[in-house]
């Protein structure tokens, strides 16, 4: 099944165009993770694991080598910066989009998030359209490397 | 002190000075009467043994009562000055001398001449001269007056005598005025003594006042300072060796005074990465210049440093730093007033951690209850029954509510602990003030209020942060709409204006003054109470009006919208009058 067929005019249901994108999602609140995942789902990509911790996220990633990681920046083990520099460091990883959650949403915050190496920050709370959107935007770019 | 002795010594005075001061005429009219009541008692005895012969009784009487009553008003008058009495006097007891010369025809009578020609020959007056000679020629004359010539050289002796006479009161007289010029002179010389002995006097009580006075003023000024405890006043040379440690500084730093004073420098209290790390802020030299560098550039500086103490542990110290001049006004060291803020840091730093913690506790869960709503609400699915719909709004209001609060106490929190930043970009009012409107609108429409726009066509643009631009301008409109009843209006207006150096914004371009933004809410809702004006940006105040209405809020969006147009460089005033309605406007500075 094309599932380009089931997006008509980039709605927020349905699968990204060009074939599933593999999301990993990380977040040490469960009903948040919960959340995320749906809003993944929603937006049309597999989530390929999803992570309590921060170092339970590094591991996933490298086991799945995921298209996208929706991280959020505090977790316990590691931060969700932390995560995010180890995947832009590790050769495998590198081109793993990221997406980074956090309810620190002071414009220091975001500098921090983006010079860790983040495509994207997107404060808490957020509506779970926003979210949807937000993955969606970054499931159809291409990766970086 | 050295001086009392001169004054004593003064006092003192020599009696013999004393006496030659006193006026000329006053020894002639002291010994006078005594003098003659000698005599004339001497010639009185000689008289009634017989060792004078009495050639004539009614002359001799005469003579003694003449005596009598000269001496005697010579005694009565003897205090007197009176030039007149003083020749009076000595002419009565030579007429006297001449009586009892007649009246005995014995030379011996002429040993009564002695004191009235002293009395004569002292006076200033020269005609004492004159009445002597005169007095001495009637004297010697008498006899032949009265009777016979008795001898032969009476005409030699009228001539000689008075002669002689003449010659030794003049002597006498000359020697008495050069006397008593020169007594004069030293009198003057003695009054010209004392006055510069008092004019010395009165120069060292000066100078003991002044003395007493400083020694006063600096007993002051140490017990102040060793007053203070709590608070270390470190006094430094140019150099930064330390001259003055008060007991707060011993209390802070755990070193006693003596082991400070003119032996350290305040650098030995310090951390010298943290001087060196000032020193590369400033662009300025390390060491005591790093310190002192804000202090003198602009007269003062206040600012945290960490001290070392005595027990290497570290305080962290509010310390203002001043220069200080000696009485000349030159430039003389430092002065170090530090407060120990080590624990009020420690509470402010906890307080913040505290904050961040409880607003990202609060976030996480809001996120959950927000986002399941929405997908809830959202769910195409299983569509919601009205009913449902309605109250999952009121679960969704109050979530959003509850929110903001978080939002607005975090960043209540930022802004008291300095960490608030502001992302400046240009940012067009008329949008902002259009957006508010928007995001009201729903409210006011509810509440039946009317919000009527007026911002220029062209916009107004200033340099700020639009995010906290547009969290300022809601709060303000939120804030009309919450507080005016039912009919009433809001008007939101931009306009530019001009801000003079007083502070004072006006409508018309004037000297000196600055373009501004003016961004103006106005309703005709309830009004603010005068006295409760002044206190309308302190956070969590809550006017009297808005409790008794039951007002929502808790009192901090005002706070933050001064908060954020303070940190654009603007102003926030307000003008309200109760049952009338409150206009808040703000100015911002424009570019240009």
């Given at each position: 099944m094309d599932?380009?067929?089931?997006?008509?005019?980039?709605?927020?249901?349905?699968?990204?165009?060009?074939?599933?994108?593999r999301v990993l999602v990380a977040d040490d609140e469960d009903d948040i993770r919960a959340l995320v995942c749906l809003a993944v789902r929603k937006a049309g990509c597999q989530v390929v694991a999803a992570a309590p911790d921060g170092t339970a996220a590094l591991e996933a990633a490298r086991a799945e080598l995921p298209d996208l990681a929706v991280l959020d920046v505090s977790m316990p083990g590691a931060t969700g910066l932390e995560v995010c520099e180890a995947l832009r460091s590790a050769p495998a990883t590198a081109g793993t989009r990221i997406l980074l959650l956090s309810a620190g949403a002071s414009p220091d915050e975001v500098a921090r998030g983006l010079a860790a190496g983040a495509d994207a920050y997107l404060p808490k709370p957020f509506t779970v359209s926003g979210l949807v959107r937000q993955v969606r935007a970054l499931a159809v770019r291409e990766p970086v490397a | 002190m050295s001086l009392a002795v001169l004054d004593r010594r003064q006092d003192a005075g020599d009696p013999w000075i004393r006496r030659l001061t006193e006026p000329a005429g006053r020894p002639a009219a002291v010994h006078g009467p005594l003098l003659c009541t000698v005599l004339h008692t001497a010639a009185a005895l000689l008289l009634l043994t017989g060792a004078l012969p009495v050639v004539d009784r009614g002359l001799v009487l005469a003579g003694l009562a003449a005596a009598s009553a000269a001496t005697g008003v010579a005694w009565t008058a003897r205090r007197s000055r009176s030039v007149v009495g003083s020749l009076a006097v000595p002419a009565a007891h030579l007429?006297?001398?001449?009586?009892?010369?007649?009246?005995?025809?014995?030379?011996?009578?002429?040993?009564?001449?002695?004191?009235?020609?002293?009395?004569?020959?002292?006076?200033?007056?020269?005609?004492?001269?004159?009445?002597?000679?005169?007095?001495?020629?009637?004297?010697?004359?008498?006899?032949?007056?009265?009777?016979?010539?008795?001898?032969?050289?009476?005409?030699?002796?009228?001539?000689?005598?008075?002669?002689a006479v003449a010659v030794g009161t003049a002597a006498v007289h000359g020697s008495s005025r050069r006397l008593a010029a020169q007594s004069h002179r030293i009198a003057q010389l003695q009054r010209e003594q004392a006055a510069l002995l008092a004019q010395v006097q009165s120069r060292a009580d000066e100078l003991d006042t002044a003395s007493r006075i400083l020694a006063a003023r600096a007993q002051t000024m140490t017990s102040v300072i060793d007053a203070v405890t709590e608070q270390s006043i470190i006094g430094t040379d140019r150099d930064g060796t330390i001259r003055v440690w008060n007991p707060g500084a011993e209390k802070m730093l755990g070193v006693p005074r003596p082991d400070v004073v003119r032996t350290r420098s305040i650098l030995d209290f310090h951390l010298p990465e943290e001087l060196a790390a000032a020193a590369e802020d400033r662009g300025?030299?390390?060491?005591?210049?790093?310190?002192?560098?804000?202090?003198?550039?602009?007269?003062?500086?206040?600012?945290?440093?960490?001290?070392?103490?005595?027990?290497?542990?570290?305080?962290?110290?509010?310390?203002?730093?001043t220069p200080r001049s000696d009485d000349r006004g030159v430039h003389a060291g430092w002065n170090f007033v530090g407060t120990d803020m080590t624990e009020a840091r420690a509470t402010e730093r906890l307080k913040d951690q505290f904050v961040s913690l409880i607003s990202h506790e609060l976030r996480t869960p809001l996120s959950s209850i927000l986002g399941?709503?929405?997908?809830?609400?959202?769910?195409?699915?299983?569509?919601?029954?009205?009913?449902?719909?309605?109250?999952?709004?009121?679960?969704?209001?109050?979530?959003?509510r509850l929110l903001r609060l978080v939002g607005d106490l975090l960043f209540t929190a930022q802004v008291e602990?300095?960490?608030?930043?502001?992302?400046?970009?240009?940012?067009?009012?008329?949008?902002?003030?259009?957006?508010?409107?928007?995001?009201?609108?729903?409210?006011?429409?509810?509440?039946?209020?009317?919000?009527?726009?007026?911002?220029?066509?062209?916009?107004?643009?200033?340099?700020?942060?639009?995010?906290?631009l547009g969290q300022a301008c809601d709060n303000l409109v939120s804030n009309a709409v919450k507080f005016t009843p039912a009919g009433g209006r809001i008007d939101l207006a931009l306009r530019r204006g001009w801000r003079t150096p007083d502070g004072a914004v006006v409508d018309h371009r004037s000297q000196d003054a600055v373009p501004v933004a003016l961004l103006s809410v106005a309703d005709t809702g309830m009004g603010i109470p005068a006295g409760e004006q002044g206190q309308m940006f302190t956070r969590f105040f809550r006017t009297s009006n808005a409790q008794r209405n039951a007002v929502p809020g808790v009192g901090l969006g005002l706070t933050i919208t001064k908060a954020i147009t303070t940190a654009h460089g603007g102003t926030l005033d307000l003008v309200s009058a109760e049952g009338v309605g409150t206009t808040f406007t703000m100015a911002l500075p424009v570019a240009g």
């Open positions: 599932p380009a067929q089931h997006s008509p005019g980039g709605g927020l249901a349905g699968p990204v165009p060009g074939g599933e994108v | 007429g006297a001398v001449a009586l009892l010369h007649a009246g005995t025809g014995s030379a011996t009578t002429l040993f009564l001449l002695v004191g009235p020609l002293w009395a004569l020959a002292t006076l200033p007056d020269r005609r004492g001269v004159l009445v002597a000679v005169l007095g001495t020629t009637a004297v010697l004359a008498a006899p032949a007056l009265a009777g016979p010539p008795t001898a032969d050289d009476l005409p030699g002796a009228l001539l000689l005598g008075p002669l300025c030299g390390t060491g005591l210049e790093a310190l002192v560098h804000a202090a003198r550039q602009h007269g003062s500086d206040v600012r945290d440093w960490t001290y070392v103490a005595a027990d290497g542990s570290h305080r962290t110290v509010s310390v203002a730093i399941y709503l929405e997908l809830v609400m959202d769910d195409e699915d299983q569509p919601l029954t009205d009913e449902q719909r309605q109250y999952l709004s009121t679960v969704e209001r109050n979530a959003q602990s300095g960490r608030f930043t502001l992302q400046p970009a240009d940012v067009d009012l008329a949008g902002v003030v259009r957006a508010a409107e928007e995001t009201a609108r729903v409210a006011a429409a509810s509440a039946g209020v009317q919000i009527v726009v007026d911002v220029p066509e062209d916009g107004l643009v200033v340099a700020g942060d639009a995010v906290r």
